[in-house]
């Protein structure tokens, strides 16, 4: 059974840093490309970053590109978002998911319950 489980959401500063983490299991990581996307209520989900599987190439919206890194340690079956210079905004949920299609052009398959991120003085 394919498991996606995120963790180290929370409140955070204006230009603060969190860094989130997925942890996989029921599938072999290392195939899949994985992406994060984020979820305002009542909003469309817009995707944040993804990581692709041979080469760990990544790729990220102009929105937060400079800012967020994905990464992923494939031995440990797990995948992190580092987010920095975070921007006040809506709070959102945070999501990892199994990624079909390239990095560029996304499709989410399975995905966790997600942690809530609020950026707020």
């Known amino acids: 059974q394919v498991q996606l489980v995120e963790s180290g959401g929370g409140l955070v500063q204006p230009g603060g840093s969190l860094r989130l983490s997925c942890a996989t299991s029921g599938f072999t990581l290392d195939y899949y490309h994985i992406g994060w996307f984020r979820q305002v209520p009542g909003n469309e989900r817009e995707g944040v970053a993804c990581?692709?599987?041979?080469?760990?190439?990544?790729y990220y919206p102009d929105s937060v590109k400079g800012r967020f890194t994905i990464s992923r340690e494939n031995a440990k079956n797990r995948v992190y978002l580092q987010m920095d210079s975070l921007n006040p905004e809506a709070p959102a949920v945070y999501y990892c998911?199994?990624?079909?299609?390239?990095?560029?052009?996304?499709?989410?398959?399975?995905w966790g319950p997600g942690p809530q991120v609020t950026v707020s003085s």
């Open positions: 998911a199994t990624v079909f299609g390239p990095c560029t052009s996304p499709e989410y398959a399975s």
């Open positions: 990581i692709g599987t041979s080469d760990s190439s990544t």
